[in-house]
């Protein structure tokens, strides 16, 4: 009878006489390993097909989660996650018809619809995220579209100055946008502009009936072009999450961000009896999208709460290196700050740092020369 010893020796001289490779023996490799290991070797592209995605998102979930971790230990600081906070500055009252939001007004889910929160409320909310460690703050509007408000968009202009003044990244979700009004925010200094495909091109019409994937398209078009990173995510049912992961892995540029969400069913909504997403769903969605765009921030995003410590670990190793934190995530529950600090203390995890473009960091210091001239003067 073989030793344990001899059969490894004798796997070891196949491996030296280039019989047979020594991974050969045991497995042969999946989709997410040959991927994984093409992507740490040739970087990011820009031309899956959505057969290939669909193949590392079927991997074996333990290979898949493997091979995630070790696309984002190549791409990223494994142990780094950045903390943001998203505030909802005007809740309720929208005239779209997604299936998911207890904000639109076409469901009775009891919320009021309110009017745009004012500057001090937004900036002690964005002053307490930062105490808190958050290092980005999203600000969302339950509108379909920002035509017809310029006062209000003129007010969120000013918001967005002022909390990037914090030396925040700031990130801004207002419905579909005009060419100028990202122009105009890219001025501002937004980082980000966050505009979910929420599902694939196929599903879309079973979700949201009230404008088209075209137009979603569109917006993210006019964010890309104005130089503002764009954060795009959601996803269904698993042909349709693989087909959102093939839309942003095309797309000229990768999002900066992409949220993975699990549905929180909100009562009085047409997807309120939807069945809840399992943690290993989640694994794979994210470990796909860690592999098929392997710089972009993973953002572990609503439906968090649900998931336990231990499950949320999954999600980073897989991973994810961005949570939202907080008590609400615009309407729905969410994690709280002190649940997040005791998160990142047991699982050893290290709060990310603002992050700003070259461009954005040689104009601030540019402005702060011309600053201290003058004063000088």
């Known amino acids: 009878m073989l030793s344990i010893r001899s059969v490894l020796g004798w796997q070891l001289s196949l491996r030296r006489s280039k019989w047979l490779p020594l991974q050969c023996l045991c497995y042969s490799s999946s989709a997410a390993a040959v991927e994984a290991e093409r992507t740490v070797r040739e970087g990011p592209r820009n031309d899956w097909t959505k057969p290939q995605i669909k193949s590392i998102y079927d991997s074996p979930v333990l290979d898949l989660l493997f091979h ?168 269904e049912a698993e042909e349709d999450r693989v087909g959102l992961l093939h839309t942003l892995a095309t797309l000229p540029t990768h999002p900066e961000s992409v949220p993975i969400n699990a549905l929180l069913a909100v009562k009085g909504t047409p997807l309120q009896d939807q069945k ?5 769903e989640m694994v794979r969605m994210i470990a796909t999208a860690r592999i098929v765009m392997p710089k972009a921030m993973v953002r572990l995003s609503a439906g968090r709460v649900r998931f336990s410590m231990p499950e949320q670990a999954l999600c980073f190793l897989a991973g994810a290196n961005s949570i939202f934190t907080g008590e609400k995530l615009l309407t729905t529950p969410n994690n709280d700050f002190d649940a997040d600090k005791l998160m990142f203390k047991i699982l050893g995890l290290t709060p990310k740092a603002p992050s700003f473009s070259e461009d954005e960091t040689s104009a601030s210091e540019a402005e702060n020369c011309e600053e201290a001239v003058s004063s000088s003067g």
């Open 68 to 235: 995630g971790a070790q696309v984002h230990r190549h791409a990223h600081n494994f142990r780094e996650v950045q903390q943001c906070t998203l505030l909802s500055i005007k809740t309720g009252g929208c005239s779209e018809d997604c299936s998911y939001c207890p904000q639109s007004s076409r469901y009775d889910t009891g919320l009021k619809a309110q009017k745009l929160m004012n500057k001090d409320a937004v900036i002690q909310a964005a002053q307490k995220a930062k105490e808190a460690g958050s290092t980005r703050f999203c600000m969302g509007a339950a509108w379909r579209d920002t035509i017809g408000r310029k006062t209000n968009f003129n007010n969120i202009l000013e918001y967005v100055k002022e909390i990037r003044e914090m030396g925040m990244e700031v990130c801004c979700t207002l419905g579909m946008l005009e060419k100028q009004q990202a122009l105009e925010l890219k001025k501002a200094g937004l980082t980000a502009y966050n505009h979910n495909l929420d599902t694939s091109r196929e599903y879309y019409p079973n979700v949201i009936t009230t404008r088209s994937y075209d137009e979603r398209l569109e917006t993210l078009k006019h964010v890309r072009e104005a130089g503002i990173n764009v954060c795009s995510g959601l996803g």
């Open 276 to 280: 809840p997403v399992e943690v290993w």
